[in-house]
């Protein structure tokens, strides 16, 4: 049954990067596409990106210019990065398997990693 | 970008009600309409891919529908564990876009 946990800092100073792991386990990472998406506290789902291998990622336009999402199979484990970060990134940060058949949907998620940005 | 618009944005109902929770695309979407539950607290977690198909181990007390723009799940009998709010996503297009949540209360 396939896993996956982030981690990663939990608090991130304004203007810094954010970077966040997360390490699948009970399925080859190679295999399907993986995504991050976020939640800010009390709010709604953000999708941010997905990837699949090392094929370009899909990126959301709203933020596109600061998000970077990477896979290293060796570990098993695909990465988020988010630059340039601000107070409105505080949210709590989660990836999940984008399963591919006739349609396509989300699933398993990860737990999900509180990151706060502040000085 | 799609735009997914749920309501009501939450409600409140008696354990044995049946639940009706309703989702619309600002476009046709065809069958690409998934619904999440989330647990006070938790991830969320998928409950119904593809409008009406219930992932393993969710109880048949769920069910979706719709076609094109408009889509509807429902709780047959509520029970209490079904405390959560629940978000509909278009899987369309990119972005993909979730509904605004309806948050469902016992």
Known sequence: ?119 | DIQMTQSPSSLSASVGDRVTITCRASQSINTYLNWYQQRPGKAPQLLIYAVSNLKSGVPSRFSGSGSRADFTLTISSLQPEDLATYYCQQSYRTPRTFGQGTKVEI
């Open chain 1, 1 to 119: 049954q396939v896993q996956l946990q982030e981690s990663g800092p939990g608090l991130v100073k304004p203007s810094e990067t954010l970077s966040l792991t997360c390490t699948v386990t009970g399925d080859s990472i190679s295999s399907y596409y993986w995504t991050w998406i976020r939640q800010p506290p009390g709010k709604g789902l953000e999708w941010i990106g997905h990837i699949f291998n090392s094929v370009t990622p899909d990126y959301n336009p709203s933020l596109k210019s600061r998000v970077t999402i990477s896979v290293d199979s060796s570990k098993n484990q695909f990465s988020l990065k988010l630059t340039s970060v601000t107070a409105a990134d505080t949210a709590v940060y989660y990836c999940a398997r984008r399963v591919v058949a006739a349609t396509n949907w989300f699933d398993p998620w990860g737990q999900g990693t509180l990151v706060i940005v502040s000085s």
